[in-house]
């Protein structure tokens, strides 16, 4: 499972310039990531470390998702995609064996990125006093891991998370992650700026009024803007099939008349 989550660099399908707006988050991860992970060399352990955790939390349809997967492709970083699933085994012991194969295997494909979706349910604390067996186990397992990854600045692999509960995380989860930053809704102008991304290739009849657009769909997520462009790319279509059906009707139609017509004028 660990081996089917990697994706190598240049097959995430994103780059940043797929993403629309975002641009100060843009710019602040390729300085980040892309200089450790290219050029561990600059970084001797004094004042300049590497980065080696970075949490993107906000609401869902953000385009956190995206943007870890442009961060890999960019840095030319293999993508590793994990969540609870990927990990969580119901046999004993064998959890903390995927978590240990999880970081070997991205030693021996570093340079890559290490991405935990929805990070809160599997190193989250969602209740201490009930925090469950396993659930500790993978945190503890995970931390360990990554600790080692902290003393090794040649180590070119950076652990990247998404999630809507930031408030969810453990407490020493929160302090591994030394760069925390907020996805959120887009503002009037991003939106504006996503709009023109996703139609970009599209064939559009006319002039869009993109400021109108932006204008309609406050509080809209960037997924939210992708969904209503899919559901207004169908409308040509959904016309064109009914036109297409029409005609066939009426070919039928015709063809049942002049059958009758030739029937009622010999009718043997
Ligand atoms: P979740 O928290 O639900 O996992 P997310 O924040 O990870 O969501 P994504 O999965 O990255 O969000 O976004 C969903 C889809 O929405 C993307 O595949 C993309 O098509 C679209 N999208 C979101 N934000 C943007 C953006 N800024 N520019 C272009 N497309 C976007």
């Not at 008349?257 to 029937?263: A, D, G, M, R, T």
Request: aromatic share 6%; glycine share 6%.
């Amino acid at each position: 499972r660990i081996r089917e989550s990697v994706i190598p660099a240049s097959e995430t399908g994103v780059t940043f310039d797929d993403i629309g707006a975002l641009d100060d988050i843009k710019e602040s991860v390729q300085e980040l990531v892309r200089l450790p992970l290219q050029r561990p060399e600059l970084f001797n352990g004094g004042l300049l470390k590497p980065c080696k955790g970075i949490l993107l939390f906000g609401p869902p349809g953000t385009g956190k998702t995206m943007l870890a997967k442009a961060i890999a492709n960019e840095a030319g970083a293999s993508f590793m995609n994990i969540s609870m699933s990927t990990i969580v085994s119901k046999w004993y012991g064998e959890t903390e064996k995927s978590i240990r194969a999880l970081f070997s295997l991205a030693a021996k494909i570093a340079p890559a990125v290490i991405f935990v979706d929805e990070v809160d349910s599997m190193l989250g604390t969602r209740d201490n006093l009930n925090e469950n067996e396993v659930s500790r186990r993978v945190k503890n397992e995970f931390m360990t891991h990554w600790d080692g990854l902290l003393s090794k600045s040649d180590q070119r692999i950076l652990v990247l998370a998404a999630t809507n509960r930031p408030f969810d995380l453990d407490d020493a989860i929160i302090r591994r992650f030394e760069h925390r930053m907020m996805v959120g809704l887009p503002t009037l102008e991003s939106r504006e700026l996503i709009f023109k991304k996703l139609l970009s290739k599209e064939k559009v009849e006319g002039a869009i009024d993109f400021k109108e657009l932006a204008k309609m769909t406050e509080g809209y997520s960037g997924s939210d803007l992708k969904n209503l462009c899919v559901t207004a790319a169908y409308r040509p279509v959904r016309e064109l099939l009914k036109k297409e059906k029409e005609m066939k009707d009426k070919n039928k139609k015709e063809k049942e008349e002049k059958s009758k017509k030739l029937e009622a004028e010999d009718p043997k």
